[in-house]
Each structure stands twice: as C-alpha cells, then as structure tokens.
C-alpha cells in the first residue's frame, strides 16, 4: 500500500481524528506555528501512538503565510523521496489549492482536507 503522508495545519487545525491514522501506511507531521504554546492532550497522546510515523515541526519564523510554506517545502522534500506516495494536507485554508492543483498536473497524488475524518470519506471530490 501507499504510504499517506498527511501534513496538519495546526494553526488552522486542531484535528480529533488523529487516531484514525494508525494504520502502517500513514505518516503524519504536525506543523506548529510559532507563537503556539501547547497541542491537545489528546493530540499528542494519539501522535505518541503513532511512534516515529509521527514528527512535529515547529516553524521558525512568523510572519503571513509562514506556516503555509513550511508545508509547501515539507511536500516537495517527501514528493522528492517518495514520488508514488499520497499526500493529504489539512487546513481549512483555500490557500493551498493552487499548489494542489500544481501537484497534480505534475501526476503527484495531493488532497487538501479540512478533517482527517474527511480522507475516509467517499463524496465529494478534495481540493
């Protein structure tokens, strides 16, 4: 199966749904913005379930858009290393669908999602 990298928004985000994405193929990389301080028990128990399929990155600057390009970067390094794979970006942010739409005409599988739980879903069709 293809490994499923879903990269988390966590400014935008704050997900309940991590434990669904426990199965072997999902990795998972929570982006942090600068200025916040904690993440959800529930969050990092079920990130800690996850083990070293799960990463936090801490963004190192503020400023517009700065956690966005983090994520952007993060894609292009993994589509680098593991062309084949699924990419799920989760953000309520429309700013991603331009690079999503990019990838896909570069034949790389990327969604963006507003809820984990939304991967699982079979309707309409993702950014």
Not at 16 to 35: D, N, Y
Not at 74 to 83: C, E, H, N, R, T
Request: hydrophobic share 45%; proline share 6%.
């Amino acid at each position: 199966m293809k490994t499923n990298y879903v990269l988390i928004d966590y400014e935008n985000v704050q997900p309940a749904a991590v434990p669904v994405l426990a199965q072997e193929h999902f990795k998972v990389i929570v982006f942090v913005g600068i200025s916040q301080a904690k993440i959800t028990f529930e969050v990092a128990s079920a990130l800690q379930h996850l083990g070293s399929r799960a990463e936090y990155v801490k963004i190192s600057g503020s400023g517009p858009n700065a956690l966005d390009f983090h994520i952007a970067f993060y894609i292009g390094q993994l589509v680098a290393q593991d062309p084949t794979a699924h990419f799920h970006i989760i953000s309520k942010d429309t700013g991603f669908d331009p690079l999503i739409q990019h990838l896909k005409s570069k034949k790389v599988l990327a969604s963006r999602w507003q809820d984990i739980a939304d991967i699982f879903m079979v309707s309409p069709t993702p950014s």
